[in-house]
Structure formats: C-alpha cells, structure tokens
C-alpha cells in the first residue's frame, strides 16, 4: 500500500486510464478529452481521421 497525497505530489499530473484496443477508419470523428497547450489540443476538440498508416501506426486527423 502507498499513501498518496495528491496536494503534496502533483496531484493534477495524475492519470488512471485502461488501454483498450481500437479501430479506426477514415471518416471517424475523434473528440479530444485532455488539453495539450504544445500541440494545440485543447479539450473538447473534434478532429476527424483522414488517413491512416498501418506500417508506422499513426493516423492523420484534420481539425
């Protein structure tokens, strides 16, 4: 067991999420949940996937 003190250890860094396979295809609509100052991710963001790339594992998203 760890004691964990959210306000003393980042607490707002914190993540718990579940992997779950998914499948995409061109024309999916893909909504951002967590905001990325860096990139331009902001929650709330909807994209769309417009190409997908098997062999690099990556998608490409229109915004």
């Known amino acids: 067991?760890?004691?964990w003190h959210p306000a003393?250890?980042?607490?707002d860094?914190?993540?718990a999420f579940i992997e779950v396979e998914q499948?995409?295809?061109?024309g999916?609509?893909?909504q951002f949940t967590r905001n990325?100052?860096?990139t331009g991710r902001l929650n709330g963001t909807l994209a769309t996937v417009t190409g997908i790339d098997?062999?690099?594992s990556t998608?490409?998203?229109a915004m």
């Open 1 to 3: 067991m760890v004691a």
């Open 8 to 11: 003393r250890w980042g607490g």
């Open 13 to 15: 860094q914190a993540e």
């Open 23 to 26: 499948e995409f295809r061109a």
């Open 28 to 30: 999916d609509r893909l």
């Open 36 to 38: 990325n100052y860096r």
């Open 54 to 56: 098997a062999e690099r």
């Open 59 to 61: 998608l490409m998203v």
